[in-house]
C-alpha cells in the first residue's frame, strides 16, 4: 500500500532553535497535513495543504506541499517546551476523502 | 463546543471475545472516521462515515465494523478479537467531507490478553 516516510524519528533540541522534519512519498498525495499528538490524546490538526507548492505558516509553524506533490515538510521556528510531541504528516492519496495515509511521526523533544 | 467523545477510555477483553467501541462527534460534524494506533503500524484507517453511510474502509478483516447513526454518532465493533487487535482505537469527526480536516477524539484503548 501507499507509505509516507517521515524523518527524522525522533529529534532532541534546545528551546529557542528552529526545527525541520519531512514526509516523502513514492507516490502522488492530493492533500498533505500536518498533525501532533501529545500522551494521552488525539492527534491534532496543524497545518492542511491542498496546492502543490502552496506555503503556509500558522504561528510559528510553516508548511509546504512539495511541487511533486510527493513531499511536504514542516518547519518550527524558535522552538518553546510545549512544542514537545509527535508530529505526523498525513496524505489523502485519493483525492476528497478522510482516508488519510499517515507518516509514523516525529518524536520532539525540547530541553528548556 | 464539546469535542469528540469516545468511550469507552479503556477496557481490557480476552482473545475470542467482541468489543464495541462509541464516538460522538463534535456537534454539526456529519463525518465520522476509525482509525486504529499501534506501536508498529502507527495510524491506519479504519473507516469514514457521512450520513449513516460507509464511504471508505481500510484494509482490515471483515472482524471489523463500524456504523453510523442518523444523529451522526458512530460506533465500531471488532469480533473475534485476537491479541494482535490491542490498540489505541481513535474516532475523528470532521466539519466538511473530503478535506482530511479531522478532529479527534482521545481514543479507547483497547488490551487483549
Known amino acids: 500500500g501507499q507509505q509516507l516516510n517521515q524523518s527524522p524519528q525522533s529529534m532532541f533540541i534546545q528551546e529557542g532553535e528552529d526545527v525541520s522534519m519531512n514526509c516523502t512519498s513514492s507516490?502522488?498525495?492530493?492533500?498533505w497535513l500536518w498533525y501532533k499528538q501529545e500522551p494521552g490524546e488525539g492527534p491534532v490538526l496543524l497545518i492542511a495543504l491542498y496546492k502543490a507548492g502552496e506555503l503556509t505558516s500558522n504561528g510559528r509553524l510553516t508548511a509546504q506541499f512539495g511541487i511533486t506533490r510527493k513531499d511536504s515538510f514542516l518547519n518550527i521556528s524558535a522552538s518553546i517546551p510545549s512544542d514537545v510531541g509527535i508530529y505526523f504528516c498525513a496524505g489523502d492519496p485519493q483525492g476528497g476523502s478522510e482516508k488519510l495515509v499517515f507518516g509514523k511521526g516525529t518524536k520532539l523533544t525540547v530541553n528548556p | 463546543k464539546a469535542g469528540v467523545t469516545q468511550t469507552p477510555r479503556y477496557l481490557i477483553k480476552t482473545r475470542g471475545q467482541q468489543v464495541t467501541l462509541s464516538c460522538s462527534p463534535i456537534?454539526?460534524?456529519?463525518?465520522v472516521s476509525w482509525y486504529q494506533q499501534t506501536p508498529g503500524q502507527g495510524l491506519q484507517f479504519l473507516f469514514e462515515y457521512f450520513s449513516e453511510t460507509q464511504r471508505n474502509k481500510g484494509n482490515f478483516p471483515g472482524r471489523f465494523s463500524g456504523r453510523q447513526f442518523s444523529n451522526s454518532r458512530s460506533e465500531m465493533n471488532v469480533s473475534t478479537l485476537e491479541l494482535g487487535d490491542s490498540a489505541l482505537y481513535l474516532c475523528?469527526?470532521?466539519?466538511?467531507?473530503?478535506?482530511?480536516?479531522?478532529?479527534f477524539g482521545e481514543g479507547s484503548r483497547l488490551t487483549v490478553l
Open positions: 475523528a469527526s470532521s466539519p466538511r467531507t473530503g478535506t482530511g480536516e479531522l478532529f
Open positions: 507516490s502522488i498525495f492530493n492533500t
Open positions: 456537534s454539526g460534524h456529519r463525518s
